[in-house]
């Protein structure tokens, strides 16, 4: 069997079993959390999240970085590798201790003393997440996404089956840290079982410049894409307040979350394939207008479908006193469908090793985006969700051009692998907005809604079938590989049709 079968096979199997151990993660996770939501007081959630706040911004730096670089660069490994290990290992030692010895400062500035011992306790979670680091990576260049989909079913399983005992049991809010830490051991053990590897002290740093230099390109970036992914939230708290800050945020969850979850079925295999054929550009080109259209035919009609029945789903879902969600949410719907037709460029750069382009890409959009919420926030929350849709593609530009030139790429050709789904996504918007008028308005929200989703869901489907059968099914055909082994059809997606 050739090596572009086997990197098939892995995919397919690979979204299969991230599909199904996430999803049922999310419905466990779920019913654990309303389970305890009975028990606990927001008091104790409350403390919890006060120490994560604190915790999750020395987080962003445990790994310097070097988790991509260990899965981008398989030239990486032996004593090399070892040495990384023992370093990161040191860095999470050092943050554990920074972090027990600053938890009574963090108690004081929030004038909260129970959050030092959560702070204290969660501090271990520095240990934990520094010897996962090594082993995930291999486990990515293995293709091993079976292994990884199981070890995250397992860990939600570990941590709310603690979660759930520790509150039964009365222990407050200390059973939203130890169900942390007791997931994280678990999770660190078994990657050990699984992928066992050597910790060295880091002797030579010269020897590790090149990797540590990248880890520093990945740090930064990652520092950037947070900046400037929670500015809005942070100035329209600081600028119009709780409320205002309270219905953004619900249009934010509610336009991203669905979108997300079916997206980061792909990104979470995306990791190892686009690493294993980072030198057959051939092979990456296929894989990349593959798994765009894919997510493309997935997730736009659920962004143009959501913008286009705001109005009724936020009543329904939410209750009246939530109208203020609908205008921002419909705006943030768009920005979300274009955030999902080029999820992949930043994965293209990040695993064949261009860490340098995506550091100034993300900086860029760091430095452009919270200057435009600061203009945008003088005005109301819709304007504000207006520089999401309008100016993030903008400064995205730059991305996408480097990504699309890595893989001899042009811009037709990846529109050609959006196509499908925005000629479903028209057709499906006219027969919304037909229905729309027809029903009577006297009809509940509930009726319209039902009505408008049937209709739009099965016009879409339709049009796929009528104008795009040939590449709804060469997309479909993927399946086979897990089956067969046979290779995907080449480039299903690289013409305009």
């Known amino acids: 069997m050739s090596e572009s079968a086997d990197l098939d096979r892995a995919l397919v199997s690979g979204i299969a079993w991230t599909a199904v151990m996430r999803w049922s993660s999310q419905l466990i996770s779920w019913v654990a959390t309303f389970y305890v939501a009975r028990i606990l007081v927001p008091g104790d959630y409350g403390i919890a999240s006060m120490a994560m706040v604190a915790i999750g911004l020395a987080r962003m730096i445990e790994d310097f970085g070097l988790d991509a670089v260990l899965v981008q660069d398989r030239s990486i490994e032996g004593v090399q590798q070892a ?11 050092f943050l554990a201790l920074l972090y027990l010895a600053l938890a009574y400062p963090i108690a004081g500035f929030f004038g909260e003393p129970n959050v030092a011992w959560a702070v204290m306790g969660l501090s271990f979670l520095f240990i934990t997440d520094a010897l996962q680091i090594v082993p995930r990576a291999v486990l990515q260049r293995q293709l091993a996404f ?3 989909a199981v070890l995250s079913l397992l860990q939600v399983l570990v941590t709310q089956s603690v979660l759930i005992a520790a509150a039964t049991a009365g222990w407050g809010f200390k059973s939203l840290v130890v169900n942390s830490l007791a997931g994280a051991a678990f999770s660190a053990a078994l990657l050990y079982y699984w992928s066992p590897y050597a910790i060295h002290w880091p002797r030579d740093i010269a020897g590790l410049a090149k990797p540590l230099l990248q880890g520093w390109r990945m740090l930064a970036s990652s520092i950037g894409y947070y900046a400037y992914s929670n500015a809005d939230q942070a100035i329209i708290g600081r600028f119009l307040g709780k409320d205002a800050l309270g219905a953004y945020s619900f249009a934010t969850g509610l336009s991203t979350t669905a979108m997300r979850e079916v997206g980061a079925v792909v990104t979470k295999v995306v990791p190892g394939i ?10 990456l080109r296929r894989y990349f207008l593959v798994l765009t259209e894919l997510v493309a035919l997935v997730t736009l009609p659920m962004s143009i ?35 999902n037709a080029q999820l992949l460029t930043s994965h293209l750069l990040t695993w064949t090793g261009q860490f340098r382009a995506q550091m100034w890409c993300t900086m860029l959009t760091a430095v452009v985006l919270p200057l435009a919420f600061l203009g945008a926030v003088r005005f109301d929350l819709e304007a504000v969700a207006l520089v999401w849709a309008l100016v993030y593609p903008l400064t995205n530009i730059p991305a996408l051009i480097i990504s699309l030139r890595t893989i001899s790429l ?8 959006l196509w499908p789904a925005v000629c479903g996504c028209i057709v499906m918007s006219a027969a919304v907005l037909a229905v729309r008028q027809v029903l009577p308005h006297s009809s509940s929200n509930l ?40 290779p995907v059809p080449a480039e299903p997606a690289a013409q305009l049709p």
């Open 146 to 148: 079976g292994k990884l």
């Open 447 to 486: 009726v319209r809604l039902g009505s408008m989703v049937l209709a739009g869901g099965g016009v879409y489907a339709l049009t796929l079938l009528l104008f795009f059968r040939a590449r709804v099914l060469a997309i479909l055909s993927i399946v086979r590989v897990a089956r067969t082994g046979l």
């Open 410 to 417: 042009t811009f037709g050709q990846w529109f050609g692998a």
């Open 274 to 283: 686009f690493s294993a054929s980072q030198h057959r550009r051939h092979d």
């Open 83 to 93: 040495r990384l290990a023992g370093l990161l290992v040191m860095l999470g030692v």
């Open 305 to 339: 479908g959501l913008a286009l029945t705001a109005d009724l789903i936020v009543p329904v879902a939410l209750g009246p006193q939530w109208q203020a969600v609908i205008a921002p949410l419909r705006i943030l719907c768009i920005y979300t469908a274009f955030f």
